[in-house]
């Protein structure tokens, strides 16, 4: 067998790290070889491209790669009964124990592009259905890491912990079977549900506590050990759950075990179903939450499917939302989770105005309602929710001074006002911010003044969000007491600021300058509600030199 060993490649190359961005499954074929010595170390016969083997030839290694690692990509999909380093090359041959177990891995990394040290390593079927390997040092090495993972296992399912030697392995399981995993950059809401859908690929999750620290969405995720939690850990850490946002940091937690009292959309013991949901109910249900997340323009990148936001046909977020709704390209059939969830979700769609979850549009009115009259102006509801989205218009209602509807730029830009505004206290009150049956705000009819309570905002110099790509669309973070301060000139000092800052009569407890850039500062105020109002105040406020500043809420603390 002096000839090339032809593999085939399952699915597409990713350029992105996203969990549920675009997979195309019986996409394109593409032919690779590997040529070289290396061939004639297999025994089996040459089988037609395509074809289902026990082997999975894995390409695109980075270079110090080590065994484990290699044995760990497989062991979470049956037991590993050989392996193959071609170190040169980047590339390895894993055996399983049966032609499913190596179905269900190519399948499952075709849609889930496994990540080690930052590169995306590929997944293909071998041409070849066993392997025979010599005793070269390197494949003395890999078989004494096969055996040393194989006694830890003892030889059945799990999943393996990545160390560069087989005496590592040993400690995995003394790790803490809890994770605790912080989302960055939250642009979209992240729900428990969505949260199940990715850990539950690594194994089964017992228990999910998801909570707000530090002004970060953070969960504890529970599985049954520790090493299903370290696989879990070491595939999604990094990882972008919508394309260029939602980030998963992952660690191990502190706790062994978690003690959850409800089943609701916070918490949820999947052991007990019998748990009560307790009395709180969440300012927005899941299934709305679910139903704004999927169709926020740009979350899914699907470009071989109808829109730019339609689901990834095989990564069915199936338990996040339960959907399957009437409309959606049939392409994306095998979303379906029977009729039950299809109610609920058609509920939710048309509440956000979304036709099969895929138009941009949406129900982008919000209603806020327990405003101050004798404090809030349209400018000043314009300042605040553009902090979460463009605003177009805004009115205050003639009759009803407390109530205001303000017509953001998309539903989705209204979603996440939504989620972070309401409930918040401003002038005294705590505002209501609920989605609007209204689909637009009119305007006054010409020669009709109604005292200056509607304002059209559509061509204000002022939105963050303009700019396709915005660095504005990663520093979204809910109101916090701290503010993030940016275009300050550079005659401008402490003091000045701290002075502008109290003038409103607000309590300014602390300021820093960033050290690299003393164009940005942190300022700390005496409460949220005082630097909600501060940001209203002072956000574009001309500091001279034709530098205005700009005011956001910070996620960090001074």
């Given at each position: 067998?002096?000839?090339?060993?032809?593999?085939?490649?399952?699915?597409?190359?990713?350029?992105?790290?996203?969990?549920?961005?675009?997979?195309?499954?019986?996409?394109?074929?593409?032919?690779?070889?590997?040529?070289?010595?290396?061939?004639?170390?297999?025994?089996?016969?040459?089988?037609?491209?395509?074809?289902?083997?026990?082997?999975?030839?894995?390409?695109?290694?980075?270079?110090?790669?080590?065994?484990?690692?290699?044995?760990?990509?497989?062991?979470?999909?049956?037991?590993?009964?050989?392996?193959?380093?071609?170190?040169?090359?980047?590339?390895?041959?894993?055996?399983?124990?049966?032609?499913?177990?190596?179905?269900?891995?190519?399948?499952?990394?075709?849609?889930?592009?496994?990540?080690?040290?930052?590169?995306?390593?590929?997944?293909?079927?071998?041409?070849?259905?066993?392997?025979?390997?010599?005793?070269?040092?390197?494949?003395?090495?890999?078989?004494?890491?096969?055996?040393?993972?194989?006694?830890?296992?003892?030889?059945?399912?799990?999943?393996?912990?990545?160390?560069?030697?087989?005496?590592?392995?040993?400690?995995?399981?003394?790790?803490?079977?809890?994770?605790?995993?912080?989302?960055?950059?939250?642009?979209?809401?992240?729900?428990?549900?969505?949260?199940?859908?990715?850990?539950?690929?690594?194994?089964?999750?017992?228990?999910?506590?998801?909570?707000?620290?530090?002004?970060?969405?953070?969960?504890?995720?529970?599985?049954?050990?520790?090493?299903?939690?370290?696989?879990?850990?070491?595939?999604?850490?990094?990882?972008?759950?919508?394309?260029?946002?939602?980030?998963?940091?992952?660690?191990?937690?502190?706790?062994?075990?978690?003690?959850?009292?409800?089943?609701?959309?916070?918490?949820?013991?999947?052991?007990?179903?019998?748990?009560?949901?307790?009395?709180?109910?969440?300012?927005?249900?899941?299934?709305?939450?679910?139903?704004?997340?999927?169709?926020?323009?740009?979350?899914?990148?699907?470009?071989?499917?109808?829109?730019?936001?339609?689901?990834?046909?095989?990564?069915?977020?199936?338990?996040?939302?339960?959907?399957?709704?009437?409309?959606?390209?049939?392409?994306?059939?095998?979303?379906?989770?029977?009729?039950?969830?299809?109610?609920?979700?058609?509920?939710?769609?048309?509440?956000?105005?979304?036709?099969?979850?895929?138009?941009?549009?949406?129900?982008?009115?919000?209603?806020?309602?327990?405003?101050?009259?004798?404090?809030?102006?349209?400018?000043?509801?314009?300042?605040?929710?553009?902090?979460?989205?463009?605003?177009?218009?805004?009115?205050?209602?003639?009759?009803?001074?407390?109530?205001?509807?303000?017509?953001?730029?998309?539903?989705?830009?209204?979603?996440?006002?939504?989620?972070?505004?309401?409930?918040?206290?401003?002038?005294?009150?705590?505002?209501?911010?609920?989605?609007?049956?209204?689909?637009?705000?009119?305007?006054?009819?010409?020669?009709?003044?109604?005292?200056?309570?509607?304002?059209?905002?559509?061509?204000?110099?002022?939105?963050?969000?303009?700019?396709?790509?915005?660095?504005?669309?990663?520093?979204?973070?809910?109101?916090?007491?701290?503010?993030?301060?940016?275009?300050?000139?550079?005659?401008?000092?402490?003091?000045?600021?701290?002075?502008?800052?109290?003038?409103?009569?607000?309590?300014v407890k602390a300021f820093k300058f960033f050290q690299k850039d003393r164009k940005m500062a942190l300022i700390q105020m005496g409460?949220?509600?005082?630097?909600?109002?501060?940001?209203?105040?002072?956000?574009?406020?001309?500091?001279?030199?034709?530098?205005?500043?700009?005011?956001?809420?910070?996620?960090?603390?001074?």
């Amino acid at each position: 067998m002096d000839g090339s060993v032809h593999d085939i490649t399952v699915g597409t190359k990713r350029g992105s790290d996203e969990l549920f961005s675009s997979c195309v499954p019986n996409g394109p074929y593409i032919m690779n070889s590997a040529n070289g010595n290396d061939s004639k170390k297999f025994k089996g016969d040459v089988r037609s491209p395509g074809v289902p083997s026990r082997v999975v030839h894995v390409r695109k290694l980075p270079n110090d790669i080590n065994e484990a690692e290699v044995i760990g990509l497989g062991l979470p999909f049956g037991k590993v009964t050989n392996l193959l380093m071609l170190k040169g090359k980047n590339q390895a041959f894993l055996e399983l124990n049966s032609e499913e177990c190596a179905q269900t891995m190519v399948s499952y990394y075709s849609n889930v592009t496994p990540v080690i040290r930052n590169h995306p390593i590929y997944m293909q079927y071998s041409t070849h259905k066993e392997l025979k390997t010599d005793n070269s040092p390197n494949q003395v090495r890999a078989q004494a890491a096969l055996q040393a993972v194989n006694a830890l296992h003892g030889g059945g399912m799990g999943s393996v912990a990545i160390s560069a030697d087989a005496s590592g392995l040993a400690g995995a399981g003394a790790q803490s079977p809890v994770l605790r995993v912080i989302v960055e950059n939250l642009f979209y809401p992240v729900t428990l549900d969505v949260l199940h859908q990715i850990f539950s690929k690594f194994g089964t999750v017992l228990k999910i506590i998801t909570f707000t620290k530090n002004n970060q969405f953070q969960a504890l995720i529970q599985y049954a050990d520790g090493m299903t939690a370290q696989h879990a850990k070491l595939s999604l850490d990094g990882q972008n759950i919508y394309n260029g946002c939602c980030t998963l940091r992952i660690s191990f937690s502190k706790l062994t075990s978690l003690n959850v009292k409800y089943n609701n959309d916070k918490s949820r013991d999947y052991t007990r179903p019998d748990l009560p949901t307790a009395d709180s109910q969440p300012s927005i249900d899941p299934q709305t939450m679910a139903a704004a997340a999927f169709a926020a323009p740009g979350i899914i990148s699907a470009t071989p499917y109808a829109g730019a936001h339609a689901f990834p046909p095989t990564f069915a977020i199936q338990q996040a939302a339960g959907l399957s709704v009437p409309g959606i390209p049939s392409a994306l059939a095998s979303l379906g989770v029977g009729h039950t969830g299809m109610a609920a979700a058609a509920a939710a769609a048309s509440r956000l105005g979304l036709s099969g979850l895929t138009v941009p549009g949406g129900h982008n009115v919000l209603l806020v309602s327990n405003l101050n009259p004798e404090s809030v102006t349209p400018h000043c509801l314009f300042i605040l929710f553009g902090v979460y989205g463009d605003v177009m218009r805004v009115k205050i209602l003639f009759n009803k001074k407390e109530n205001a509807l303000i017509q953001m730029s998309d539903g989705t830009q209204a979603q996440l006002a939504m989620s972070h505004l309401n409930g918040q206290r401003l002038h005294g009150r705590a505002m209501r911010v609920a989605l609007s049956k209204h689909t637009t705000v009119q305007l006054p009819r010409e020669g009709h003044e109604d005292q200056g309570l509607t304002k059209d905002f559509s061509n204000s110099p002022l939105h963050r969000f303009k700019k396709p790509g915005s660095k504005n669309y990663s520093n979204i973070f809910p109101p916090s007491a701290t503010l993030h301060l940016s275009n300050i000139p550079p005659s401008v000092v402490e003091d000045e600021l701290r002075r502008l800052f109290a003038s409103s009569g607000a309590t300014v407890k602390a300021f820093k300058f960033f050290q690299k850039d003393r164009k940005m500062a942190l300022i700390q105020m005496g409460s949220v509600e005082e630097a909600i109002e501060s940001l209203i105040e002072f956000h574009n406020h001309d500091l001279g030199e034709n530098h205005h500043l700009r005011v956001s809420f910070s996620k960090s603390t001074i």
